[in-house]
């Protein structure tokens, strides 16, 4: 595995996710000894916990939109938009 991550490196989302991608990939090949296996499984809920979590900030950006006067108003989805 090429991108570890330690408790102090924040990792981009796409680090975080390739890194994700190849724990998975190595796991399913089920060549991995069991404490190893148990020790990737640690990191890759790790890895997926940030994932969620920048995911969640960047939906919470997308929720406001500045106005021309520079003010944060929330955005509002109409039901045009959402079909």
Sequence with gaps: MTNQTTND?????????????????????GDVPLEKAIDMYQ??????????????NVEKKMDQIVNEDGEVEAF????????
Aim: charged share 30%.
């Design 43 to 56: 990191q890759g809920m790790t890895l997926s916990k940030q994932c969620h979590e920048q995911l969640q």
């Design 76 to 83: 509002q989805m109409s039901e045009e938009d959402r079909t």
């Design 9 to 29: 490196e924040k990792l981009t989302f796409e680090q975080a996710m390739t890194s994700l991608e190849e724990i998975i990939n190595q796991l399913e090949a």
